[in-house]
Structures are given as C-alpha cells and as structure tokens.
C-alpha cells in the first residue's frame, strides 16, 4: 500500500505561484511513477505532470510545459510540485497519486492505483 496525504493549498493572485506538497509512504516499489493531477469545477480530472523514481525524470502536460517544475525529496519522503505564472485557470482539486508501472505518463490517468485525497486551489484575477 501506499499513503499519499498532500498540502499547500490556498488561494493565490494570478502571476503569483505555488508550491503543493505531497507526504509519501508505504511500500516504495509500488510507487514508481508518482504524478500530480488536478479536477476543476465541473471538467474531468487532468494529469499535469509525472516523476519517475528509477530514472529520475519527470513529464509535464503542456497546460503547465515551461512553468511547473516536480521533484522527489527522498529524505522528507515527500514530492513537491512548483508552479509559476498562475492564471485563473490553474484553480482546481490538487491530488497526488502513484503507481508502480514502468510507464509513467499523466495522460493516462487509468494506470494510477493510490490516490491522495487532494488539496484546492484558487487562483484569483
């Protein structure tokens, strides 16, 4: 099993940024790809970006390309996800979710099994 409990969400100004954490335990193998997804009101939940524990990698949607950042800190056991230039459009349900599958993609939200239980935020114009 895995335990995924995320924080850091709050309301923001546009322009501004954010940075979401995601506390992580439990079985280490079974949480190899680790992503974060977000569900605005009304619209089907949206991965946004993946980090891959064997390789060190990370995959990001073009909805956050050039402004987001994730990584993994090890030692806190915990994954942090950064984002820069928000716009009112980045408001939503924050979830951080985890596999263990090779492939780590945030397109296809189906391969993620664990599931935190999300963190909003409100970006304001």
């Known amino acids: 099993q895995v335990r995924l409990v995320e924080s850091g969400g709050g309301s923001v100004q546009a322009g501004g940024s954010l940075k979401l954490s995601c506390a992580v335990s439990?079985?280490?193998?079974?949480?190899?790809?680790m992503g974060w997804f977000r569900q605005a009101p009304g619209k089907e939940r949206e991965g946004i970006g993946t980090?891959?524990?064997?390789?060190?990698?990370?995959r990001y949607s073009d909805s956050v390309k050039g402004r987001s950042s994730i990584s993994l800190d090890n030692a806190r056991n915990t994954l942090y996800l950064h984002i820069d230039s928000l716009k009112p459009e980045d408001t939503g349900m924050y979830y951080c979710a985890a596999h263990k599958w090779a492939r780590c993609d945030p397109s296809i939200r189906s391969d993620f099994e664990y599931w935190g239980q999300g963190t909003q935020v409100t970006v304001s114009s």
């Open positions: 439990g079985n280490t193998d079974l949480r190899r790809c």
């Open positions: 980090y891959d524990d064997v390789f060190d990698r990370t």
